[in-house]
């Protein structure tokens, strides 16, 4: 199989699971060793963004547009999945934020969906669902979406042992993926990888300045600039 044909099935076999999982995505959210490191990030969040536009890559529940938005100038939250996206859009989210359909692979295709010059951008667990081999090309398409100096932060998950779903097996690119079963009663082999700082770092290059990272006990924060 190509390796665009790959990555593709691979995107579209993720939208299905979360499109499936909508209703009960925000259970991760409750579980009680993750409290500390959540409120440590929530509090973090709206100084990042205040005063920015700010684009929101696979925003999902919206379980994270709340915090980071609170401060902001406007703010963009985007996803593949109108089931995700219908939760969102139930809940009090702040006055700056709008929501939309669109594929976080297609970002070039945005301006249907908002003419902000933005100078910031968010992902909460997504970089960990971007195949190895397409995250380089996936971050100058990010980039190139942003103003110079734009502020940029990414969220995902630590693997902790006895904690996170195992890796049930790894492909030829080093690709790691689970086993997830939903409440339906279906079985999904879902794309996770977990980077190291410096595996992360490295990707950036010198496309990022002020670069920080923050290595939670469950969760790892990478915020930096677009240079």
Request: charged residues 20%.
């Amino acid at each position: 199989m190509a390796q665009a044909d790959m990555a593709a099935d691979i995107a579209t076999d993720l939208a299905t699971y979360y499109a499936r999982r909508a209703a009960e995505y925000e259970r991760i959210y409750a579980r009680p060793e993750r409290q500390a490191d959540l409120r440590q990030i929530e509090a973090l969040l709206p100084a990042e963004f205040a005063g920015r536009s700010v684009l929101e890559i696979a925003c999902g529940t919206s379980w994270w547009t709340p915090h980071g938005a609170r401060h902001a100038r406007t703010w963009l939250a985007t996803d593949l999945s109108p089931e995700t996206l219908a939760i969102a859009r139930s809940k009090p989210l702040p006055a700056c934020v709008r929501l939309a359909v669109a594929d976080a692979y297609d970002l070039a295709d945005l301006g249907s969906v908002g003419e902000e010059p933005f100078d910031a951008a968010f992902a909460g667990f997504w970089w960990s669902h971007v195949p190895l081999q397409q995250l380089p090309g996936w971050l100058a398409l990010l980039h190139a979406r942003l103003q110079p100096g734009a502020r940029v932060v990414f969220i995902d998950n630590r693997y902790v042992e006895g904690q996170s779903t195992p890796v049930h097996r790894v492909d030829e690119h080093g690709n790691g993926y689970q086993l997830r079963r939903l409440d339906d009663g279906s079985t999904h082999e879902v794309l996770k990888n977990f980077p190291s700082q410096q595996q992360a770092l490295a990707l950036l290059g010198p496309a990022a300045v002020d670069v920080r990272w923050l290595a939670l006990e469950h969760f790892w924060v990478l915020a930096y600039g677009r240079r």
